[in-house]
């Protein structure tokens, strides 16, 4: 191979060692088969979030607000009926207790310096 | 219904797994003989083009058709493969060997043969970069401004590329065919 022919002739080295070949039908097959799995979650980017948020055709998750608003309803009617009050006078001396001791708290002199506040 | 690249990657971003599993089948088989050229091995080429196709999965959503599609993959497998290449020592193409091309004298074919081999040995050596810049331009027969577009660079640095992959290769050869002769 000349100088002069040398360039020519890599040329086409490169073309005929470079060409594409016919990928091998198996290594298809495990890369397929490989990807036929479950497949991760997408990525979904901050700019589409509101659409997502507004879009009601989310069909997977609508038991799951179903039963949200199903907690909301129980709640308020809870919170109505006065269920919850009961419970609310149990702890009632511990409440007390701990007004009391806040005012102490408060209003105690200092140790150190028998400054008042 | 279309079923062009783009149309299957709107679906895709829409998590439509039908879709994707059509757009895999399509692709896969080339992007595999792109990562089996530029990485010359086959199990690293499986590997790179599946992590590939994940990635087209994950970031479907934020894919935008700026470009092709067939230009944004070539583009991620070509990176990942320069990313295996710079962990990875280089492993000489498995298919280097005889490349059989009709000629009509015994002789010439024989020596056409032992250079092409030659030549793909030496580019088994090249840098990641000049090798997938030599891939791209005479395996694919893509222009320096797709390259340039794949490899995330300028016309006249993928020019460069090449100008010095040449001049490895050359030399390369040169040292070959003195120690033969």
Redesign the interface.
């Known amino acids: ?1 000349t100088n002069q022919q ?2 020519e ?3 086409a ?12 039908p198996a ?2 097959d ?3 088969a ?3 799995g479950p ?7 901050l700019w ?1 979030l509101p659409a997502v948020l507004l879009d009601w055709q989310f069909a997977p998750a609508w038991p799951r607000v179903a039963a949200l608003a199903a907690c909301a309803v129980l709640g308020f009617y809870v919170g109505i009926a006065g269920l919850d009050r009961r419970f609310d006078h149990l702890d009632g001396r511990f409440t007390a207790a701990a007004n009391a001791d806040l005012g102490s708290i408060v209003f105690e002199p200092e140790t150190l310096t028998g400054a008042r506040p | 219904m279309d079923d062009s690249d783009e149309a299957l990657m709107a679906r895709v971003a829409r998590g439509d797994e039908a879709a994707y599993r059509n757009l895999s089948r399509r692709h896969v088989p080339a992007m595999l003989g792109l990562a089996r050229r530029i990485l010359g091995n086959a199990a690293d080429a499986e590997d790179a083009v599946q992590e590939a196709m994940l990635r087209v999965w994950t970031h479907a959503p934020r894919w935008q058709p700026l470009a092709a599609f067939r230009t944004w993959l070539t583009r991620i497998v070509v990176n990942l493969c320069l990313d295996r290449k710079r962990r990875a020592p280089w492993v000489e193409l498995e298919a280097a060997g005889e490349i059989v091309d009709p000629a009509p004298d015994a002789a010439e074919q024989a020596e056409q043969s032992e250079r092409d081999r030659l030549v793909a040995k030496a580019t088994a050596e090249l840098p990641a970069r000049q090798r997938a810049a030599i891939v791209l331009t005479y395996g694919d027969g893509m222009s320096n401004a797709q390259v340039a577009e794949i490899l995330d660079t300028t016309v006249s640095a993928v020019e460069t590329l090449l100008v010095r992959a040449k001049q490895n290769l050359r030399r390369a050869l040169d040292s070959t065919g003195e120690e033969d002769g």
């Open positions: 191979m040398f360039p002739q890599l040329d080295a490169l073309k005929r060692t470079m060409q594409a070949q016919p990928a091998d290594a298809v495990r890369v397929l490989r990807l036929g497949l991760p979650r997408q990525k979904i980017p589409r």
